[in-house]
């Protein structure tokens, strides 16, 4: 027996409001309208699961953020040898 489906019609999920349900069965589809405007068709369970937060726009937005938000990159550590006194040819990581 199949699982009743959840009433998401209205609700929102980070960038996306739920307008309506375009497509039941197995992969049920979902029509939302993003907060840039733009109405996307999306599947139901990835709107939940927070796997599809946005048209595409939140990608671009966070791509367009000036040098100064970002995170600083880390710097690789690089591993030095370090030699004995007593012999140039010994070294030790």
């Known amino acids: 027996m199949a699982r009743p489906s959840k009433d998401i019609v209205g609700k929102k999920f980070f960038r996306l409001t739920v307008l309506k349900e375009v497509c039941t069965g197995k ?7 993003c907060e840039c405007g733009k109405k996307v068709t999306v599947y139901k369970h990835n709107v939940i699961k927070g796997n599809t937060k ?40």
């Open 27 to 33: 992969n049920p589809m979902v029509l939302c309208e």
């Open 54 to 93: 946005s048209c595409g726009c939140w990608r671009a937005d966070r791509l367009r953020k000036p040098e100064s938000e970002k995170k600083p990159k880390k710097k690789p550590v690089r591993f030095v040898p370090v030699y004995d006194d007593d012999d140039d040819e010994d070294f030790r990581v």
